[in-house]
């Protein structure tokens, strides 16, 4: 079955850089998503990757994906307060309905 | 980005009462939809899945005559918690897809059964 897991906490200082890694279980052909969730809100997509890629870009935002190791992580450059927020990783096998399973979400924080 | 717009965003209901909760994609046609509940820090529970046209696909546990799912059109799905209590009280979810992998969610109704 689908499993994705991700650490709960990362706290960073404004400026620098913020990684937050996720892990997967399943091995077939899939995408992979980055999500952001702040208070009370939905969730907004920020970026996802097909697993026969190994990096995304995008502005701020790096997506890096090691398939052997079934390891995604996304890193934020020059984090900003405004990026605090719960960011979810997940993952939909391709050939189904896409239904994304989510990890349980790692709260960034950002300080001063 | 695909926009998909969710009403309400907030909703107080006496207990014994239903209430609906909509999901419209606002610039694309959905063939799926999905409605999830998310519990405070914890993350998001799919409660079942949509296709226009067809009858909902629940999870298993959650209660198909509890929460009546009605996907009637490309554009718009409805959750109806009927005979809503106060453990139904949680933030509610959608999403909605087409033919691009990608899921875009609506904003998130906060219930509240008192």
């Known amino acids: 079955g689908e499993d994705v897991e991700q650490s709960l906490f990362l706290s960073v200082r404004e400026g620098d850089s913020s990684v937050i890694n996720c892990t997967y279980t399943d091995s077939s052909s899939t995408y992979l998503y980055w999500y952001k969730q702040e208070p009370g809100a939905g969730l907004q997509l920020l970026t996802y990757i097909f697993s026969n890629m190994d990096m995304k870009q995008d502005q701020r935002l790096t997506v890096l994906l090691n398939k052997k190791d079934k390891h995604l992580s996304l890193r934020i450059a020059d984090t900003q307060t405004g990026d605090s927020a719960i960011y979810f990783c997940?993952?939909?096998?391709?050939?189904?309905?896409?239904?994304?399973?989510f990890g349980r979400g790692t709260s960034l924080i950002v300080h001063p | 980005g695909a926009v998909v717009s969710q009403h309400p965003s907030r909703v107080i209901c006496k207990s014994g009462t239903s209430v609906k909760i909509e999901c419209r994609s606002l610039?694309?046609?959905?063939?799926?939809m999905f409605w999830y509940r998310q519990f405070p820090k914890q993350s998001l529970m799919l409660m079942a899945t949509?296709?226009?046209?067809?009858?909902?696909?629940?999870e298993q546990g959650v209660e198909k005559d509890k929460f009546l799912i009605n996907h009637a059109s490309l554009t718009l799905s409805t959750l109806t918690v009927t005979s809503a209590h106060p453990e139904d009280s949680s933030f509610y979810i959608c999403?909605?897809?087409?033919?691009?992998?990608?899921?875009?969610f609506g904003q998130g109704t906060r219930l509240t059964v008192v």
């Open positions: 949509s296709n226009e046209g067809s009858k909902a696909t629940y």
């Open positions: 610039d694309f046609q959905a063939t799926t």
């Open positions: 999403s909605a897809r087409d033919l691009r992998p990608e899921a875009f």
């Open positions: 997940a993952e939909s096998i391709t050939g189904g309905s896409y239904i994304p399973t």
